[in-house]
């Protein structure tokens, strides 16, 4: 009788074990898919008909700076935007630094992302340490090739930091790479390069910016600025060479600082390329424009003829 008590009891174990795996494996099945996968696994491109953009910056600020209104206007006409930071910003702080550092630069990062409607990414490579090399180029075509780009955006080489020049070099040095089969032949290629851009910057060393593509941004300049001062790590306080501040009264003060001072970056781009923005959008809504994001095609992609540009860009108006 005891033995068969004791059989009863091991038998129930084992069903709601069992039981226990099936109903864990129907949750599983039913939770929505990452949107990244590991380096190296290809990602799921929904055969939706939208863009699918890639911003690198070169840390967790960066692209969400030189791209983020623009990438706020592709993600609500429901296109796909990753905002890449290429370092992970763990020395970007004059109190905090290392993994603590990373860890709270990439919840930053994910958290200006949500407001955005875009897609955040922070790859594993120290601040200050990147370099132009063989496995680095590897990353980013992995990268370009799981997101299924069709436009890729990113620092120009010539800039004052290190880790934003070799953004660059990286972003060039992929540009012919991602369409090669044997190349990183583990994620699959893209059969037609994208189109890839710089960035805005002010350097004019040893070749200024050409502003090709400048983009009003006035309709989420809020985004854009509520989603910058979100990263109190360097906007408040003072990333790697600033100050903490001292009360809750200058931490304050500070976001309002931080916030006119993105209004004004904005505005400063309308401004300086206000022919540009008049030839794109017409006299009457180009003079209009308050605030601005710029970019210049790079030679190293596809060369966009003006209409794929207007395909790429839908928020410029169609011409006759």
């Known amino acids: 009788m005891r033995t068969r008590h004791w059989l009863l009891i091991v038998l129930g174990i084992v069903l709601g074990i069992g039981l226990g795996m099936i109903w864990a494996g129907e949750s599983a ?34 692209a969400e700076i030189r791209g983020g209104g623009t990438g706020a206007l592709w993600a609500a006409q429901g296109h796909h935007v990753a905002l890449v930071s290429v370092t992970n910003g763990d020395i970007g702080h004059s109190r905090v630094f290392g993994p ?7 919840a930053e990062a994910a958290a200006a992302s949500k407001i955005l409607g875009t897609t955040s990414r922070v790859l594993d490579i120290h601040d200050g340490e990147l370099e132009p ?42 540009a012919y790479m991602v369409t090669v089969p044997f190349f990183c032949p583990e994620t699959p290629h893209l059969t037609r390069n994208p189109v890839f851009l710089y960035s805005q910057d002010g350097f004019e060393r040893p070749t200024p910016f ?20 979100g ?8 990333g790697a060479t ?5 009360t809750d009264a200058e931490r304050a003060a500070r976001r309002v600082q931080a916030a006119e001072g993105f209004r004004s ?38 060369r966009p003829n ?8 839908p928020f410029f108006p169609k011409t006759e």
């Open 133 to 174: 090399t063989l496995e680095n180029r590897r990353k980013i075509t992995r990268v370009i090739r799981e997101w299924g780009a069709d436009i890729v955006i990113g620092h120009r080489p010539n800039d004052y930091h290190p880790d934003h020049r070799y953004v660059g070099v990286l972003m060039q040095d992929s």
């Open 306 to 313: 003006r209409d794929e540009l207007r395909r790429l860009f």
């Open 100 to 106: 603590e550092l990373a860890a709270r630069r990439k």
């Open 210 to 229: 050409r502003p090709d593509l400048v983009v009003a941004i006035d309709e989420v300049i809020d985004k854009k600025v509520e989603a910058l001062v």
């Open 29 to 62: 099945a039913q939770a929505p898919q990452p949107q990244w996968a590991p380096l190296g696994v290809p990602a799921k491109r929904p055969d939706d008909g939208k863009l699918r953009i890639v911003v690198f910056g070169a840390h967790p600020d960066d």
């Open 265 to 302: 970056r904005s505005a400063a781009v309308a401004n300086r390329y206000r022919e540009k923005l008049i030839e794109l959008y017409g006299k009457e809504r180009g003079r209009q424009v308050r605030y601005a994001e710029a970019f210049e095609i790079c030679e190293y992609g596809q």
């Open 242 to 246: 600033g100050s903490m501040p001292r």
């Open 231 to 238: 990263m109190e790590s360097q906007f408040v306080e003072g």
